[in-house]
Each structure stands twice: as C-alpha cells, then as structure tokens.
C-alpha cells in the first residue's frame, strides 16, 4: 500500500496520475507532481512492473496488471501482490482474482478486501506450461472484448460472457468423474 495522498496535495491536471478507487482501472482525474511521486516512491512501499494491483474497497476485486508507468494509487483502497512468477505467473493472477477468489469483510460501515483475505484465498495453481495456454487464450479474449468496444455494445456484451465462460472454466479445475 502506498502512503496516504491527500486532496490538498493534488490537482486535476499534472504530472503523475493519481488513482483513486473510482478511476482505478480507468483514467485518473487526479494528478500529484513529480517531485511529490519521487519523494513518496523512494520512502514508501510501491509495485514492481507486472505486479497485479487489486481494489480493496469500493468495487472490490478489480484487478490491473501494473505497466511500470509513473503512477500513485490510494493508500490502502488499493494494494499489489508482490509474487514469485517461478510458481505463478502474474498475468494467471490477473484473470483469477476476476473470480474473487476471498472473503470479503463485512463487519464495518464499508466492505473492505484485506491483506489477509488476499493472503488466505485457495488458487488452484497448475504448472506453469499450463498457466500460460490458460493466460494465451484469457489474453485474446480480453483483447477482443476490449478492441470492439467502439459501437459494438451486443458483440462486446456477447465476448464478455464467452470469455467469463472460458475462464470459469479453465480455472475451475474440477475433478473428472470417471465413466
């Protein structure tokens, strides 16, 4: 988690963007300067390009793949899975926290996905040949639900459940019945 920005300390045009949890994923409509991003990047924890970064609060369990570009996120509303891609790739991650793998926190006025729940959540890891055919074909289906975005609502709409459909099934990994 990244140390606390706070509204004082950003503007609506800038240097580095600044994601809160309603433009996370999105584009951001906060910046903070340069100077403020170097201070903070170098005392504080900060994700490592290909890291996965998840929404805690708000919608809960949206994932991005962190590009490396200069970028502040909102202190514990969005944390980052630091992770050994000798055992799993970062990009097998990204597709399956889309299946919100924890428990969620309810006790409070707001629910929260915490470190713990992160931490806990049982993925069904396969070998890594396996994760990346599973990876290759999430990735095209992504792209394609992504690339017909513009005028294409019911093709869009269509894609989206083929590709939820896909990868419910490649990562359910069920056990098969014998006959």
């Known amino acids: 988690m990244c140390k606390r920005i706070m509204k004082s300390q950003t503007t609506t045009e800038g240097d580095v963007p600044f994601f809160k949890i309603g433009t996370f994923g999105g584009k ?3 910046f903070i300067s340069k100077e403020t ?27 991005v793949v962190f590009d490396g570009k200069p ?8 944390v980052w899975v630091s992770n050994d891609e000798t055992k799993v790739l970062n990009q097998y991650l990204y597709h399956y926290y889309k299946l919100n793998p924890w428990a969620i926190s309810t006790g409070g006025t707001i629910a929260r ?5 992160i931490l806990n959540a049982e993925i069904v890891v396969p ?17 394609l639900c992504n690339d017909i975005s513009d005028g294409l609502p019911a093709e869009i709409e269509a ?5 939820e459909y896909y990868r419910d099934k490649l990562l359910t990994f069920e056990e098969k019945k014998e006959a």
Do not use: C, H, W
């Not at 970028?71 to 969005?78: A, E, G, L, T």
């Not at 996905?113 to 729940?117: A, I």
């Open 159 to 163: 894609r989206q459940k083929q590709y």
């Open 28 to 30: 951001p409509n906060a």
């Open 113 to 117: 996905l915490y470190n713990d729940n």
């Open 71 to 78: 970028s502040y996120f909102q202190d514990s509303n969005i």
């Open 127 to 143: 070998s890594l040949e396996e994760q990346e055919r599973i990876v290759s074909i999430l990735d095209k289906f992504e792209m």
């Open 37 to 63: 991003f170097e201070e903070y990047k170098s005392k504080y924890s900060y994700p490592k390009k290909g890291e996965v970064l998840i929404s805690a609060a708000g919608t809960i369990g949206r994932t």
